[in-house]
């Protein structure tokens, strides 16, 4: 049972049931990501240009930087139209394909996760289209000129972002002064290296992968023992409705039926999402325990069914669902924004941590006791591994956040903005600086213009910056103090995807 206090907070909350569900259906909603994967919504990737090439004898032939699509028609583009042939292949045949590649990856102990490459089907496509008879590169073609050529096409491919680098700051291993934050894995040589690349450059930041360690956060919530118990006898509950499917097939029947069984972010969000899943089917739950077509059947008699009739009709089990579901929504929409394809912002992961922590004390009235077993597991991953100065500091000058009424200026967030400012190549003058903090705190020169105020909520961070930022140009910049061209802020912003 949850050590939670919930008398006043349920008679403020039950007095509409939508409102609850709206309250938790921005961290929980992953139905768009269900229903695209079941229409089979996938995007069609773009490739890369091709770079010139090779031959066989070592020449250099220039090829137009031509998309492999331009070369072979896409068969697997939503809407393009089969081969006749593909259209007439029997399953078995197909799956004697697929048996073909699965033999091929597994002899080659190739990860599973390599099929999801953007350029996997696109290959497919390209044998395909040349036709029975094709065969593929050599050992030696592979490690000599197809190697080369890719190289090539990486190279092609940086040449045409470096010239913005100067401006909006890089991700890429190129020059020690364009890079800012570097995000590896968190196995312990990636940890080690992180350390060294900051001990000798002290302008570039390592910090570990934020998904992996909110992952541990939820793992460690998931551990608590009254939340097992929970999670064990919301199993029990999925567990007899989906092994019978004569109850299901009842439940199926309901208006608006939805399915319990939900994806989750990940194995241990799932615990998480089915709780909230089946709190959402409360009401069908309780109807079907309640109905003769279940009263009047043995199964309600048996064991499992007297068991799973009492949780569901035990109202501390829904409380204690809900509850659960409130004080880890904040994370899981965390963690939907850290797994995106979109990487998130430093400062959007420093603000996430921020309302999660703050979501769990209110939840508990700010009573220590109560809320201290979540906010330790919170402060042991987040505040011993991930958090860093590049967090607060872009949290800092993110405009959105910073002149928001919820803002609070601690003094943690401002040593970390002032810990960079004293990296040289970070910031050319310190003193000049902090000066401008005033300006930027106190909506004064180019912050306090109406265009600046209205444009906070419109334009990223980094663009805000560089059109509203004039009147703290130390702030602005990042190294020569003279040149217009490194912004210092659209680094914090923009230095963000992983290596």
């Not at 551990?223 to 019978?244: C, E, G, M, Q, W």
């Not at 043995?298 to 809900?322: A, Q």
Request: hydrophobic share 40%.
């Amino acid at each position: 049972m949850l050590n939670f206090n919930s008398k006043g907070f349920w008679r403020k909350t039950k007095k509409n049931k939508a409102e609850k569900r709206k309250y938790t259906a921005d961290c929980y909603d992953v139905e768009s990501e269900t229903q695209a994967e079941e229409e089979g919504e996938v995007p069609n990737p773009v490739q890369s240009p091709a770079p010139a090439t090779m031959g066989d004898k070592g020449k250099r032939r220039a090829i137009a930087a031509t998309p492999i699509g331009s070369y072979f028609k896409e068969r697997t583009t939503t809407g393009s139209q089969p081969t006749l042939k593909s259209v007439l292949a029997s399953k078995q045949v197909k799956h004697k394909v697929k048996l073909g590649l699965a033999r091929w990856i597994i002899d080659a102990r190739i990860p599973f996760n390599a099929i999801q490459s953007p350029y996997f089907q696109p290959a497919l496509d390209g044998v395909a289209a040349i036709g029975l008879g094709f065969k593929g590169p050599s050992y030696d073609e592979m490690r000599v000129h197809l190697l080369a050529d890719l190289k090539k096409e990486c190279q092609l491919l940086v040449e045409g972002y470096r010239s913005s680098w100067k401006r909006t700051g890089c991700t890429l291993m190129v020059g020690s002064s364009n890079i800012v934050h570097v995000v590896t894995d968190n196995a312990a040589n990636y940890v080690s290296a992180g350390k060294l690349i900051h001990e000798k450059y002290p302008n570039i930041f390592w910090s570990p992968c934020a998904a992996h360690y909110i992952n541990l956060i939820l793992k460690d919530i998931a551990s608590l023992p009254h939340i097992a118990d929970l999670a064990s006898r919301a199993s029990k509950v999925t567990a007899f409705v989906y092994n019978y499917m004569i109850f299901l097939s009842w439940l199926r029947k309901r208006k608006e039926w939805k399915e319990i069984v939900r994806p989750g972010v990940t194995r241990f969000a799932t615990v998480f999402i089915t709780l909230k899943s089946i709190y959402d089917h409360k009401e069908d739950l309780q109807s079907l325990v309640i109905d003769k077509y279940f009263t009047s059947h043995k199964l309600s008699k048996s064991v499992n069914g007297k068991m799973v009739s009492s949780i569901i009709l035990d109202s501390k089990f829904w409380e204690d669902c809900f509850t659960t579901v409130m004080l880890v929504g904040p994370l899981i929409k965390l963690l939907r924004l850290v797994d995106a394809d979109e990487k998130p912002s430093l400062d959007t992961v420093y603000a996430g941590m921020q309302r999660a922590k703050i979501n769990i004390k209110t939840m508990f009235r700010n009573k220590k006791s109560a809320y201290t077993p979540y906010t330790s597991n919170l402060k042991m991953r987040w505040d011993k591994h991930l958090k860093r100065d590049l967090h607060a500091a872009a949290y800092f000058l993110n405009p959105d956040y910073f002149y928001s009424e919820g803002f609070v200026e601690k003094a943690n967030i401002l040593r970390s903005l002032l810990n960079l400012f004293d990296i040289e190549t970070l910031c050319d003058d310190s003193v000049a600086a902090m000066q401008e903090m005033q300006l930027y705190r106190d909506r004064k020169g180019s912050f306090g213009r109406e265009s600046a105020l209205k444009a906070i909520k419109r334009l990223e961070p980094g663009e805000w910056w560089r059109l509203h930022g004039g009147s703290a140009p130390n702030l602005q910049k990042n190294g020569n103090s003279s040149s217009s061209s490194n912004i210092f802020i659209i680094r914090l912003r923009e230095e963000l995807e992983p290596l």
